[in-house]
């Protein structure tokens, strides 16, 4: 499974990268800090995951979470710190699932893991 991890925080991909990389059949396609590299390399790579926070460089999320779910069939994660006002939002938008960085990365991972 191919998938683009889509956050601000360069120490946030690193560390899901190394999460991800000890799961068989993941693959990191691409990396992007904000919503306009995001839908570059979206179009470019066409991942069929993305793990995409809320708050992005200059940019909002929910801006690539728009344009994927009108143009593209990938699954969306929403991975944020955010989570308090957002996980609302992210199921109007059609998120495909949402998770809260500080609590909830194992759930992250079991999800990824049931996905592949």
């Not at 691409?30 to 306009?36: H, L, Q, R």
């Not at 066409?46 to 809320?54: F, S, Y």
């Not at 069939?73 to 960085?101: C, L, P, W």
């Amino acid at each position: 499974m191919n998938i683009l991890i889509v956050d601000d925080s360069p120490q946030i991909r690193i560390n899901l990268k190394k999460f991800l990389s000890e799961i068989k059949g993941i693959n990191v396609s691409g990396e992007a800090e904000s919503s306009g590299d995001a839908v570059e390399l979206i179009n470019k790579i066409k991942p069929e995951l993305i793990i995409l926070d809320v708050e992005l460089k200059n940019s909002s999320g929910f801006d690539v979470l728009k344009y994927v779910k009108k143009n593209m069939h990938s699954i969306v994660i929403m991975f944020t710190n955010h989570s308090s006002g957002y996980k609302n939002k992210a199921q109007a938008e059609r998120a495909d699932f949402f998770f809260d960085k500080t609590t909830e990365l194992d759930k992250l991972l079991t999800t990824i893991k049931d996905l592949i």
